[in-house]
């Protein structure tokens, strides 16, 4: 369809929108080949009538100040008048933890005030799309907000500029509370170990969605654009389009586990086969963990035990490893997960790994420097951080370096430019993973550097030769 920017609104109406998604590995499009990945945006363009284009910028790993930089000159060069434009951001921006990624709350909403009023300056439609929900679950079913206040952001942001938001953050946590943590993973790039044939090893990636999972999501977006009358109902294809099968198989549940291991009971324990490689024992371990180990020949099965209770199992692949995660958070504290393999008729000697959980961290401590002291223009600033893995440090919002915390949770930072002269509060944050610490504020006080003038008072010059000079001792004069 031929790209008319002043086409006379009535005729625009008639015609179909074409449709921009900017996001990131979420919404982007992967190769066909790829069962286990996809992204929402190319299964939401399934659902369009064939006269409707969709322009796809996501990029895996993006964050808004990327995209607003390289891809959203390309789309205000091409948008029509009515055109829609979905700005899905939040996931990568919410990463404190990697300086590459993060994107302070005051920046994401200033960019991304700028990117729907531009849009809309153009004469298209912004349409602002909060996170998707993570494979995240209590044990009691409660679905986890991992948004890290970032949807919030996008529906403040929308609001305060008047233009519409899919809130796909509350749509997927909707419909993951109706399927329960165990039929959850099944929409997402969660597989076992053999599951897949392009996943010899398995992986457990409970951001991004495998194609199942994307059809589902991108039934819900379509919905909910008909819904806003964003889009008309006659630009989406009727009948939709079959989505593909649920990949893998669901998760045994307690019933199933006690079943198996009964029909073994009657065959004798076989030697130890099963042992776990990560963590090692006694870690403090997030409570999303994912552990990994290995199995004898024969062993097809791993079933697992937190404190005696069965809570899981998972398949072995073909190089004989396995791996395995709970499918809800673990409750923070000690406790003892327990392995046993199983073969197509006897099961193995239980292997313990005690473990301590920990769902939050302590706001970090400074020690150095004290309060009310002078530090020079580049500073040292030293402290404890317990359970955490690395320090975050924050002026204005802004994320300004990081360092490592050591196995006794000690830390030490030193800025790589120098500060200019007077009060400035640092802001400090502990990191193990995605979970942060309560901030610890701190504030610092620095001098001017005394550095020599450029002449001496008094002279003109300095002498160039100065073999015979020394200074008058007492005993000169």
């Given at each position: 369809?031929?790209?008319?920017?002043?086409?006379?609104?009535?005729?625009?109406?008639?015609?179909?929108?074409?449709?921009?998604?900017?996001?990131?590995?979420?919404?982007?499009?992967?190769?066909?080949?790829?069962?286990?990945?996809?992204?929402?945006?190319?299964?939401?363009?399934?659902?369009?009538?064939?006269?409707?284009?969709?322009?796809?910028?996501?990029?895996?790993?993006?964050?808004?100040?990327?995209?607003?930089?390289?891809?959203?000159?390309?789309?205000?060069?091409?948008?029509?008048?009515?055109?829609?434009?979905?700005?899905?951001?939040?996931?990568?921006?919410?990463?404190?933890?990697?300086?590459?990624?993060?994107?302070?709350?005051?920046?994401?909403?200033?960019?991304?005030?700028?990117?729907?009023?531009?849009?809309?300056?153009?004469?298209?439609?912004?349409?602002?799309?909060?996170?998707?929900?993570?494979?995240?679950?209590?044990?009691?079913?409660?679905?986890?907000?991992?948004?890290?206040?970032?949807?919030?952001?996008?529906?403040?942001?929308?609001?305060?500029?008047?233009?519409?938001?899919?809130?796909?953050?509350?749509?997927?946590?909707?419909?993951?509370?109706?399927?329960?943590?165990?039929?959850?993973?099944?929409?997402?790039?969660?597989?076992?170990?053999?599951?897949?044939?392009?996943?010899?090893?398995?992986?457990?990636?409970?951001?991004?969605?495998?194609?199942?999972?994307?059809?589902?999501?991108?039934?819900?977006?379509?919905?909910?654009?008909?819904?806003?009358?964003?889009?008309?109902?006659?630009?989406?294809?009727?009948?939709?389009?079959?989505p593909p099968p649920l990949p893998?198989?669901?998760?045994?549940?307690?019933?199933?586990?006690?079943?198996?291991l009964a029909r073994r009971a009657?065959?004798?324990?076989?030697?130890?086969?099963?042992?776990?490689?990560?963590?090692?024992?006694?870690?403090?371990?997030?409570?999303?963990?994912?552990?990994?180990?290995?199995?004898?020949?024969?062993?097809?099965?791993?079933?697992?035990?937190?404190?005696?209770?069965?809570?899981?199992?998972?398949?072995?692949?073909?190089?004989?490893?396995?791996?395995?995660?709970?499918?809800?958070?673990?409750?923070?504290?000690?406790?003892?997960?327990?392995?046993?393999?199983?073969?197509?008729?006897?099961?193995?000697?239980?292997?313990?790994?005690?473990?301590?959980?920990?769902?939050?961290?302590?706001?970090?401590?400074?020690?150095?420097?004290?309060?009310?002291?002078?530090?020079?223009?580049?500073?040292?600033?030293?402290?404890?951080?317990?359970?955490?893995?690395?320090?975050?440090?924050?002026?204005?919002?802004?994320?300004?370096?990081?360092?490592?915390?050591?196995?006794?949770?000690?830390?030490?930072?030193?800025?790589?430019?120098?500060?200019?002269?007077?009060?400035?509060?640092?802001?400090?944050?502990?990191?193990?993973?995605?979970?942060?610490?309560?901030?610890?504020?701190?504030?610092?006080?620095?001098?001017?550097?005394?550095?020599?003038?450029?002449?001496?008072?008094?002279?003109?010059?300095?002498?160039?030769?100065?073999?015979?000079?020394?200074?008058?001792?007492?005993?000169?004069?």
């Amino acid at each position: 369809m031929e790209t008319v920017i002043d086409a006379d609104p009535r005729e625009r109406w008639n015609a179909a929108p074409a449709v921009y998604i900017l996001g990131d590995s979420v919404a982007k499009m992967v190769a066909p080949k790829r069962r286990d990945r996809a992204g929402w945006g190319e299964e939401l363009e399934r659902l369009f009538a064939d006269e409707v284009r969709v322009y796809n910028f996501s990029k895996k790993d993006w964050s808004i100040l990327s995209a607003a930089e390289t891809f959203l000159p390309s789309v205000l060069n091409t948008l029509r008048p009515g055109d829609i434009v979905l700005i899905a951001y939040g996931h990568v921006d919410q990463q404190l933890h990697r300086h590459d990624r993060y994107v302070a709350p005051a920046d994401f909403c200033h960019v991304l005030g700028r990117m729907a009023r531009q849009v809309r300056d153009r004469g298209g439609v912004p349409v602002l799309v909060t996170q998707a929900t993570r494979a995240g679950f209590y044990e009691d079913g409660t679905v986890i907000d991992a948004t890290g206040g970032y949807a919030d952001l996008v529906r403040e942001t929308a609001a305060a500029h008047e233009v519409p938001v899919l809130d796909l953050s509350e749509l997927t946590a909707r419909l993951f509370r109706s399927l329960g943590p165990r039929e959850t993973r099944l929409y997402f790039n969660w597989f076992a170990a053999g599951e897949l044939q392009e996943l010899p090893d398995g992986q457990i990636d409970t951001s991004n969605f495998n194609r199942a999972g994307c059809a589902r999501i991108a039934v819900l977006m379509a919905e909910e654009l008909k819904a806003q009358g964003l889009v008309d109902a006659r630009w989406f294809l009727l009948p939709a389009p079959v989505p593909p099968p649920l990949p893998g198989r669901p998760e045994w549940d307690t019933a199933q586990i006690e079943a198996e291991l009964a029909r073994r009971a009657v065959v004798p324990e076989l030697p130890v086969e099963v042992s776990f490689q990560d963590p090692a024992p006694g870690a403090v371990v997030l409570p999303r963990r994912v552990f990994r180990g290995t199995a004898g020949q024969g062993v097809r099965h791993i079933v697992f035990f937190s404190d005696g209770r069965p809570v899981g199992e998972t398949s072995v692949g073909p190089q004989g490893t396995w791996l395995w995660r709970l499918a809800y958070y673990w409750p923070p504290g000690l406790h003892t997960l327990t392995a046993v393999g199983l073969t197509d008729k006897a099961a193995t000697t239980p292997v313990e790994l005690p473990l301590r959980v920990i769902a939050s961290i302590e706001a970090p401590t400074v020690t150095h420097p004290l309060p009310g002291r002078v530090v020079p223009g580049t500073p040292v600033i030293a402290g404890v951080a317990r359970n955490a893995s690395k320090a975050v440090f924050l002026h204005h919002g802004r994320r300004i370096g990081e360092t490592k915390v050591d196995d006794g949770g000690r830390w030490s930072f030193t800025p790589s430019e120098p500060w200019p002269a007077g009060r400035h509060t640092v802001r400090v944050v502990a990191c193990h993973g995605m979970v942060i610490s309560p901030p610890a504020d701190w504030e610092i006080e620095v001098v001017d550097a005394v550095a020599p003038p450029a002449e001496l008072p008094g002279t003109d010059t300095l002498p160039t030769e100065v073999h015979g000079w020394r200074p008058a001792l007492r005993s000169d004069r």
